[in-house]
């Protein structure tokens, strides 16, 4: 079957299905006649295991070491629960802020910040953690500023682009060879695509977290 196909079964989209393919979580056969990928039920149910596995919250490596069989399904449970229970003390700690804060009849002017900064950080050194909303932050100045650079490129080369084009429109006959102004022509075209190129690149970068996955995964 094709990837269509094996999309609609296993309900993962075809954009998934190829990244998991280049973590070498997924290795369909190729046809012999065409080298196009040909999915099989094997295939369709490795892809349901690994979204299970994902909506559970395994990490890629997790999966890849329960996949190739160097760790057990239940090996890998035991650890995942080991990291859920964390998560989840280190949840009900934050919990626990919050609702004293909310309980607290004085209002944001009364409120001691630094002797709560200070139990705060007592508990990490102690082992806990908290969330970590700078991270997302980050990641929306990181959209905002690989958008506004990609598209002042874009900008700029189109209007060198259109003048170039409006000043032969003006004097065809002028000193400029017709191949030598194609050949002009097609840098700012070529720069437009590869900055297109780089910004969906980055973009996906962004998307996965860049380096924030390799920690994770």
Not at 35 to 48: A, I, N, T, W
Not at 79 to 106: M, P, T, V, W
Not at 129 to 140: A, G, H, K
Request: hydrophobic share 40%; net charge positive.
């Amino acid at each position: 079957m094709k990837i269509q196909e094996a999309e609609a079964l296993a309900g993962i989209s075809k954009k998934s299905i190829r990244f998991y393919e280049e973590q070498g979580l997924l290795t369909p056969r190729r046809n012999s006649e065409n080298g196009y990928r040909e999915y099989g039920l094997p295939e369709v149910e490795c892809l349901r295991r690994i979204k299970l596995l994902r909506k559970l919250g395994l990490s890629l490596e997790e999966i890849r070491r329960i996949l190739a069989g160097r760790q057990s399904l239940q090996e890998g449970m035991r650890r995942h629960l080991a990291l859920l229970e964390e998560e989840k003390k280190n949840l009900e700690i934050s919990i626990g802020f919050c609702r004293y804060l909310r309980d607290r009849e004085a209002g944001l002017g009364e409120l001691n910040a630094e002797a709560l900064l200070r139990d705060m950080d007592e508990r990490e050194r102690a082992g806990a953690r908290f969330p970590d909303r700078q991270r997302s932050d980050t990641r929306r100045r990181r959209y905002t500023g690989s958008l506004a650079a990609g598209a002042l490129v874009v900008i700029l080369m189109g209007a060198f682009l259109a003048l170039l084009v409006w000043g032969y429109r003006t004097d065809p006959q002028g000193e400029l060879p017709l191949p030598l102004f194609l050949g002009i022509a097609a840098v700012p075209v070529v720069v437009i695509l590869g900055v297109a190129l780089a910004l969906g690149q980055r973009i996906q970068e962004i998307g996965r977290g860049e380096e924030d996955d390799a920690g994770k995964y």
